[in-house]
């Protein structure tokens, strides 16, 4: 498991210097500590990104145990839960993201 | 009726167990639910509240909650799946919950968790654990006691996969329990079970459903402790309703018939009627039925009994047909001025109309005014009029709730009733008849083209009362009744009484007149004999005279005779006979 997968550190991986770039997706992931399913949701979606939106997204990983208030704030119920920010409209998908065609749909994302 | 006593011998069991310890509970505060349930909801565990839309389960658990924080020092948390926090704050508001100001106080929470599936899809495994978080933050934050989540089963419409969700709901009750919080768990319920996704599996300590039921336009609430795990509870259906207090629930009755009784008696504010009844009137805290048909004076007569039981005491007359002023000027027109009696405080009269509003309302807004004026005796007019609020059904427990909290307190009441003419009289009221302690039957014979007003005592428990019907009359100096009278045929009325006596009367005069005639008579026969004693006396006096006279007269010429023989002899010379001295 690289660095990136570790919980508790908002992960933000920087689109590159791709100047290609129309709008970057901002993503958030919610998940709940250290469970496998945490684990599997975050490296599931990081694997994604790299192949469909390599360089032009930015993603947030928040542990809602440490900041719980941002259950609330986000109208948040499931977990794990992907909000993407940008670009609008805000789309949210649930899940371990193991379902890569759900979560492509989900994000708007066109599989050329 | 009432709470059963007897344990089941599975709960009897499961208490004997080593580890038995009393269920605690938690007292919700809620007016009547506490003691149907012998003490409020199983303390630490979830409880079920369900019921079809609009039957008042938010309001029961945002009551629960409030009334935990405001009573019972403990906080809550409210989670609303359904209605936004401001619409919330604002229907309790209505209500008078001041939720803002608890909130602001950190007594209560709230919380709204909304699934939005429109924006929202699923990609792989997920749990509910967000859920859990924010409840968990929201229960940390204020160091809630109890929770409600207000309608959980939305939450079935924001997710496709039921097995998970199902799961999930199972750890959150189990959850909570070993969270100790005292849950309340709204669901609505659907088809032909308690709710529609089955929740009361998960939920199985206590179930309560609530029930909102319109029969011939009038609305009822009723609730129903569907099941309480390891506690006794009442199994009735127990009226309630929701008013500016909240929610107050009824119980159909108090379980035991143990209410004091007293020997003491109160007047009717009649005195023939007093008189009827062993001389001295009602007891005190007895119920009294006037039943009678329309316009036999019943008004009247229990406007009398207010005025007497006014008069050093407090009364309330509820009044469902007439308003106060209405009966303030009819009662003047017999002579019975009400009015000093309302200013000085004593009296009061409470006018409503049966069908504004439901019977458990009407009992409710009738047991308050008593609570806060705590009158000696009450008269309600007419108690009938109660089954055009309900059915008679209804309005007989109702009657019987009535009657119970009156008794407990020793409140004196009596309760008018209209019969229908055509009817078996007695048969109308039969049903709450025998709540009765006395039952005075007023009504109008008619004969001889007019009706008159009849009253008897049906009956009165614990006197010895007249078995006679006595005729009334509603003068100007109030109702009076007449004595007993019988003719030939029975107890006469009005004017057949009245021309009865008064031929009567007649012949009594011609009797006197006879007889004084024929005193007359006597004495003047007496007059005349005594005139003829008179002459006859004289007439024998005058005849002892003469006969007097003429005795002398003979006497004088014997003795001339004597002396003329005896010269004779003499001149002859010799003594006559021997006796000759």
Known sequence: ?112 | MGTPRLRSPLVTTTLNSPTRRPLSKARTGIAGFDDVTGGGLPQGRPTLVCGYAGCGKTLFAMEFLVRGATQFGETGVFVSFEESESDLVENVTSIGFDLTGLIEENLIRLDQITINRADMSEAGEYDLEAVFIRIGHAIDSIGARRIVLDTLETLFGGFTNEGILRSELQRLFRWLKDRGITAVITAERGGGSLTRQGLEEYVSDCVILLDHRVIDQVSTRRMRIVKYRGSLHGTNEYPFLIDVDGITVMPLSASCLDYGTSSERVSTGVKGLDAMMGGQGLYRGSSVLLSGTAGTGKTSLAAHFALASSAAEKCVYFAFQESPSQIIRNMRSIGLDLTPRLNSGRLEIVSARPSHYGLEMHLSTMLKKIDSFSPQSIVLDPLSSFVSAGSVSDAKAMVVRLVDTLKSRGITAYFTSVTLGGVALEATDMEISSLMDTWLFVKQDESNGERNRLLYVLKSRGMNHSNQVREFLITEEGIQLREVYRGPHGVLTGTARVALENRERAEAALHLEESLREKSLVEVRRKMIEAQIAALSAELLACEVESDRRGKSIEQSRAQDVEARESRARSRGYVLNGDQK
């Open chain 1, 1 to 112: 498991m690289s660095d990136d997968t570790r919980i508790g550190i908002d992960l933000v991986e920087r689109a590159a210097e791709d100047n290609n770039v129309e709008t970057p997706y901002v993503l958030e992931l919610f998940v709940t500590g250290s469970t496998p399913r945490s684990i599997r949701a975050i490296s599931n979606l990081k694997a994604l990104c790299q192949e469909y939106l390599h360089g032009r997204y930015v993603l947030h990983v928040v542990d809602l145990y440490q900041q719980p208030e941002l259950a609330k704030h986000n109208e948040l119920v499931a977990a794990p839960t992907l909000i993407k920010r940008l670009p609008e409209p805000i789309r949210r998908v649930i899940g371990d993201m193991s379902d890569t065609a759900e979560v492509l749909a989900g994000l708007n994302i066109a599989t050329a």
